[in-house]
């Protein structure tokens, strides 16, 4: 129970501009809090200090880059197998860390130790999965950032064991240069692996004060795409395809969320 109060808490309090100062858990007898559902842990007490701070300047702002304010994104997973879910957090203009959870609330930052490694681009949505199915979780960090010219490639952590970490996007295939959203893991096609659809953000190539109609071709970088977990040739680890446009993913917009769902109750996963 107090593993979902901390999921719940920690993706709403991400979706927060200026990141995560607190985290909370359920209170209990003896808090001094029996009336509140929640009682805040104070970040000396947790050892989770990671705060995405956002500075403007006169050439970056609001104005210059009207995603500032979109924020990072947070992961709950349990990477080593321990029983305890540890936790990842992205930064826009920070960098990424990784908290080990060594139980009672108490968590250590192991980013230096882990190969997260620091990036000049923006991290956005973070998602885990046990991409390479060998019963340890993975992490896919969603990037971008200003200068929509410029590539911001998406990171693939692949989870090596005792909380090591390998980028490993170009290996699996997944060839994005960023302005990317959220990325969502499932079995589109029914085949027993994991799959990926990739929503993404603002990256327009064009000024975005010009009125256009919209690209429908999916040739835009900003069309969304969808990657197809195949078995890879030489490899002991699959190969993701890009099957967007044979999928129907063509027309391009600024995505925010993505959800799954049985909408028609076919038997197939629905993308909204």
């Known amino acids: 129970m107090r593993f979902r109060y901390l999921l719940l808490i920690l993706a709403v309090a991400a979706s927060l501009v200026m990141g995560v100062r607190y985290l909370y858990r359920k209170a209990s007898a003896g808090d001094g809090q029996e009336n509140t559902l929640f009682r805040m842990i104070d970040p000396d007490s947790s050892g989770v200090h990671f705060t995405n701070t956002i500075t403007t300047t006169d050439s970056l702002n609001i104005f210059t880059y009207e995603y500032l304010y979109n924020g990072g994104g947070v992961a709950v997973a349990d990477f080593n197998n321990d029983g305890l879910p540890d936790l990842f957090f992205s930064g826009n203009m920070v960098p990424d860390r990784i908290y080990l959870n060594k139980g009672h609330f108490k968590f250590e930052d192991v980013t230096e130790t882990s190969g997260i490694n620091p990036s000049d681009s923006w ?8 991409v390479n199915q060998d019963g340890l979780m993975d992490i896919y ?12 490639p998406d990171r693939l952590y692949i989870n090596l064991g005792n909380f090591k970490f390998k980028e490993s996007a170009k290996e ?6 960023g302005q990317s959203i959220q990325s969502l893991f499932f079995d589109y096609d029914h085949d ?10 603002g990256g327009f190539d064009k000024s975005p004060i010009t009125a256009r109609p919209i690209e429908k071709d999916g040739l835009s970088p900003n069309t969304d795409k969808l990657y197809r977990n195949d078995p890879g040739p030489g490899t002991e680890h699959p190969i993701f395809t890009d099957v967007s446009k044979e999928a129907g993913i063509m027309e391009e917009g600024y995505g925010l969320g993505v959800s799954l769902l049985d909408i028609n109750e076919d038997g197939w996963p629905d993308i909204y």
């Open 141 to 152: 960090v969603c990037m971008g950032g200003p200068g929509y010219k410029k590539k911001h």
């Open 172 to 177: 699996y295939g997944f060839n994005d240069d």
């Open 123 to 130: 991290s956005f949505g973070v998602s885990v999965a046990d």
């Open 192 to 201: 027993g692996d994991l799959d990926m659809y990739l929503l993404k953000g």
